[in-house]
């Protein structure tokens, strides 16, 4: 499904990764553990293309990433950066906005989904008409992750999405995204992933 | 009514009217006689200099050195753009001196054919000053939008990754910085037109009037310029986003330093 292979990535003063090599299963929920600065979040960002590698492959669903496959590694996943980097705007237009992409246009939302997730997840339906400026850190985290599920595609990467969650609400999402029969890639320092059986650790 | 002629003697008349400043500048010790000189003798020869070269310029009434003239400004003012935006001149002096030459050109003939009705559109009495006001235009124009939307992209770089990589379509990731640069750079000129004539007479109609036109002509002109100025900036903006836009953002969508 997923292969980063022989991955070099140099910066001016230091060298992250020097033939780094993982393997992802379809359906397989992988957690990435490092310390702070060993460049778990560049690999997502390499997947992405925003970060270029120095050497190395970056295979998705046996395609290599270059110029004419970025395409298909950014429509077919979905990333939740760590800050959720969302556009200050009016939550209800912001979703709208996601939903009339062209590449998005064929994902319908069902209202009746979007009212579970925000039930599931514990957030008040008036936050559709709050600015993203509003929205507390968790409540981010939240709607990004939601939008990411709504987006319905292959593979996530979630970088962080737990942190500022209460205990309560961290087990639930760890529960909802486990149970998920999506590829999952979670970056992440909360204990709660880690007593997972289901989940494959990876440490460098 | 005739026109008094101003001389020398008028502008030394006026001109001694700053030395109350200069003591005044002394006494309460601001820093600004130094600049007060520099800048008003840099206005007197650079005017000059514009003055015998415009003369020069009337008397022949060339179609040739009249477009020679307007290329030559729409390169300084590429130059300068480029420098305020601190772009690669390089790699953007085409797509920027393009972005000035299309909507100038196309206006400046269309102003002086169909809305003076001309019979010569490089008749230097036109062609020189309306296309001078449609250039200053267009250059701030492309410097505020330009610099706003490079630098908001910059900014929030994060916020655009997020897009991109959900959408996979830098246009449409690119939109709203876009339509920000578009606001950001319209907002003054409309602005300005909004309180047009209640705040101040525009400079363009103060000249003619004194200069002896009478103020219904002045006033149709004055809204005839701005209404060209306004799309001629609009114009060269959207094609200056756009065509440095081809060369701003490596294969990969992502905005090369």
Redesign the interface.
């Known amino acids: 499904m997923l292969e980063f292979k022989d991955i070099n990535i140099k910066f001016a003063d230091k060298v992250l990764f020097n033939n780094f090599n993982i393997k992802v299963r379809a359906g397989e929920k992988v957690l990435l553990n490092a310390p702070s600065g060993s460049g778990k979040s560049t690999l997502f960002r390499a997947f992405l293309g925003f970060q270029r590698i120095n050497s190395g492959e970056i295979i998705f669903d046996g395609k290599k990433l270059a110029k004419n496959t970025l395409n298909y590694f950014r429509q077919n996943s979905c990333y939740v950066s760590q800050d959720v980097d969302l556009r200050n705007e009016v939550v209800s237009e912001l979703l709208k906005e996601i939903f009339s992409y062209k590449c998005n246009k064929n994902t319908t939302i069902e209202q009746r989904k979007v009212k579970e997730l925000f039930s599931y997840f514990d957030l008040q339906e008036d936050m559709f008409t709050k600015n993203v400026k509003e929205l507390s850190g968790g409540e981010r985290q939240r709607l990004g992750l939601i939008i990411c599920i709504l987006l319905n595609r292959k593979i996530w990467l979630l970088d962080e999405v737990t942190s500022g969650l209460d205990k309560k609400m961290k087990e639930k999402v760890v529960e909802f995204i486990l149970k998920s029969d999506k590829t999952v890639i979670i970056i992440s320092h909360d204990s709660d992933w880690v007593k997972n059986e289901m989940l494959r650790i990876v440490r460098w | 009514m005739e026109t008094g002629n101003l001389t020398i003697i008028s502008l030394i008349k006026i001109g001694i009217l700053i030395i109350p400043i200069l003591i005044l500048n002394k006494y309460f010790r601001i820093k600004l006689n130094k600049k007060i000189f520099y800048a008003f003798s840099r206005m007197i020869i650079q005017l000059t200099l514009v003055g015998i070269f415009l003369q020069y310029i009337f008397d022949l009434d060339s179609p040739l050195i009249n477009t020679l003239y307007l290329l030559f400004m729409m390169t300084v003012a590429s130059f300068s753009a480029i420098n305020k935006c601190s772009l690669d001149w390089k790699k953007y002096v085409l797509p920027i001196l393009l972005a000035f030459f299309l909507p100038n050109i196309v206006m400046i003939f269309y102003f002086n054919k169909f809305v003076v009705n001309l019979n010569n559109v490089f008749d230097t009495q036109y062609f020189i000053p309306i296309a001078g006001m449609l250039l200053g235009n267009s250059l701030s124009g492309i410097i505020i939008g330009v610099n706003n939307f490079y630098s908001s992209i910059k900014e ?1 770089e ?2 655009y ?9 830098k246009l ?1 990731a690119l939109r ?1 910085y876009f339509r920000q640069a578009i606001l950001v750079s319209n907002n003054p000129t409309l602005a300005s037109i909004e309180t047009m004539g209640l705040v101040a007479l525009p400079g363009m109609m103060t000249g003619q009037i004194l200069g002896g036109v009478v103020p219904i002509v002045a006033i149709k002109y004055q809204i005839a310029i701005m209404i060209a100025v306004f799309i001629v900036r609009y114009f060269s903006l959207i094609l200056a986003i756009f065509l440095t836009g081809y060369k701003a953002f490596d ?4 905005l090369i330093e």
């Not at chain 2, 990754?161 to 379509?169: C, K, M, P, Q, T």
């Not at chain 2, 294969?251 to 992502?254: A, C, G, S, W």
Request: proline share 6%.
């Open positions: 929030n994060k916020k990754f997020y897009v991109l990589s959900i959408s996979a379509n449409e709203p294969e990969y969508d992502v």
